[in-house]
């Protein structure tokens, strides 16, 4: 058995360029630690039964809200409570690492989710 050893998101960030598509780096209760780039808008969505949450490592990220805008600077997050329609976006390329249950489709719809690999 290999001795622990600290998660570097610097150096798993530089592991892929692709945005929009979650890359899972452990593992914390039941739950997917995952970092994602983004830039642009994504697609309104909700998730019925999960919260949603975006802690912003670099850039910045505004997640849409019905109600208004939350902008999110490195080192800021949010949490949308499970069911609320959002639409996370980035004006600019930005990082952020998500955690939510293992499986849970980004889209809150496993048939156009993005398929998230472990890296």
Known sequence: M???QAISLRDKLALFE?????????????HDVMLVKIKGAFTWHSHPDTDDFFL???????????????????????IVPKGVGHC???????SILLIEP????N?????TAARKDRI
């Open 88 to 94: 996370p976006m980035a004006a600019e390329e930005a």
């Open 56 to 78: 912003v490592l670099d850039g910045q990220v505004t997640i849409q809200l019905r109600d208004g805008n939350v902008t999110l600077n490195p080192g800021e997050l949010y």
């Open 107 to 111: 889209t809150g719809d496993a048939a």
């Open 18 to 30: 692709d945005r929009w598509s979650p890359k899972i780096i452990g593992d914390f209760n039941g």
């Open 102 to 105: 293992a499986g849970t489709p």
């Open 2 to 4: 290999s001795p622990p």
